[in-house]
């Protein structure tokens, strides 16, 4: 198995929904469904590499406050070399609506003081040697992505291939975030995207074509992932052979974190040198596990992959 490795945002996700309309203000709404789980993209990546018993490497950092220590607790093994940030933690209100959309409210918190150099120093690069390191958060972790090239240097020292999942810009596809974007897609080896991510960036009408234009900014072995909720995934591999994986229908409860679940499913099963499909497969279907059980279930420790 090539040594695994998540860097990014871990934060507090409170769940509520669904909510349809959008509340008049100065209104109270009763829902049905509510969790509080740790969350942030990478602190679901995370979680399901630590369900199925993977080892793994995992840099981020937490707040000053209880919530921080809440997170930490999550993550025993990894926690101890995470700093602490004098803010407070950043905490995610997700609403969710009837039709599987969601809207989201959070707080920018811990996250404005994870840094590269921080990043970096608690990385193990002598262990990670022809590993696979999945970057998340991209657009809410503003110090890190500043000094990304520092990262991806030390990704290159190491031998390490980037796993890019830049997240939706708060911003929208505006041309910094387009720029931004393209310089860190030319020194990552995957792209992971959602459908909606892959076409607004390439400004393309199809998956398809999405795929095609992120892979012209990245080197030739680029693998591009796009992941379509209930149309399952889809995959452009170096040769330009397209792949496909279908989701079978379920019942959703919330999908809030479902495409980061499919990015640590896909790569655990990428590091263990199974096909494309089968990467794929492992990705949705452990997604869609994940979106219709309450409480939630990410993965066993003996799932096969």
């Not at 934060?11 to 309309?21: H, Q, R």
């Not at 469904?33 to 602190?43: I, N, Q, S, T």
């Not at 590993?131 to 503003?142: K, R």
């Amino acid at each position: 198995m090539r040594p695994l490795a998540v860097v990014g945002n871990v934060n507090v996700d409170l769940i509520l929904g669904p909510v349809a309309p959008w509340p008049q203000p100065g209104t109270e709404v009763m829902v049905a469904h509510d969790d509080l789980r740790v969350g942030g993209a990478a602190g679901n990546a995370a979680l399901v590499w630590q369900a199925m018993g993977l080892p793994f490497q995992f840099a981020a950092n937490i707040g000053a406050d209880h919530y921080g220590n809440w997170l930490a607790n999550a993550f025993p093994e990894h926690a101890p070399r995470w700093p602490v940030s004098a803010r407070r933690t950043t905490l995610s209100v997700g609403l969710t609506h009837p039709d599987g959309e969601r809207t989201f409210f959070t707080t920018n918190g811990h996250l404005l003081d994870m840094t590269a150099s921080a990043v970096c120093a608690t990385l193990d690069g002598a262990a990670m040697g022809q590993g696979l390191l999945l970057l998340c958060g991209c657009f809410i972790t503003d110090a890190l992505a500043a000094n990304y090239a520092a990262l991806f240097d030390w990704a290159d020292q190491h031998d390490v291939a980037v796993a890019l999942d830049t997240g939706w810009p708060p911003e929208g596809w505006t041309e910094a975030a387009r720029a931004d974007t393209a310089v860190w897609l030319s020194r990552s080896r995957i792209a992971l995207f959602n459908e909606i991510e892959a076409t607004g960036f390439a400004g393309a009408e199809t998956v398809e074509k999405a795929a095609e234009t992120i892979s012209h900014g990245m080197s030739r072995d680029a693998l591009v992932v796009i992941k379509r909720g209930a149309d399952g995934a889809v995959a452009r591999d170096a040769d330009g052979h397209f792949y496909r994986a279908a989701a079978n229908p379920v019942e959703v409860i919330d999908t809030i974190g479902a495409g980061d679940i499919f990015n640590a499913a896909f790569l655990a099963a990428y590091a263990h040198s199974q096909p494309l499909p089968d990467c794929l497969y492992n990705g949705v279907t452990t997604a869609s596990k994940a979106i219709s059980t309450n409480p939630r279930q990410i993965a066993q420790q003996d799932q096969s992959i």
